[in-house]
């Protein structure tokens, strides 16, 4: 499996922006799906924004318009940038790349919205 390392969260106000980053060790060759995803405290992990090995993007209905995924792929490194960040924001965010049936998942990185 592909090794995951995510940066970038912290404590923002709410209306803020943050970027998240995520390395890859290695590059993957072939088709694949990498995503964003978060778990707020008591509930369920839910899918954040997706991006695929041919550059085709979606996000989840309550980050469209604020929430940009993107690549790097000299870099080996998925990004993803929030803006106009809400409290419901809040929550750890989890990096997965799935390629065939096999997927990878990064430690997470907490990112808090508040006043």
């Known amino acids: 499996q592909v090794q995951l390392v995510e940066s970038g969260g912290g404590l923002v106000q709410p209306g803020g922006s943050l970027r998240l980053s995520c390395a890859a060790s290695e590059r993957i060759i072939g088709i694949y799906v990498m995503g964003w995803y978060r778990q707020a405290p008591g509930m369920q992990r839910e899918l954040v924004a997706i991006?695929?090995?041919?550059?085709?993007?979606n996000y989840a209905d309550s980050v469209k318009g604020r929430f940009t995924i993107s690549r790097d792929n000299a870099k080996n490194t998925v990004y993803l940038q929030m803006n106009s960040l809400e409290p419901k924001d809040t929550a750890v965010y989890y990096c997965?790349?799935?390629?065939?049936?096999?997927?990878?998942w990064g430690q997470g990185t907490q990112v808090t919205v508040s006043s």
């Open positions: 991006i695929t090995s041919g550059g085709s993007t």
């Open positions: 997965n790349r799935r390629v065939g049936v096999n997927d990878s």
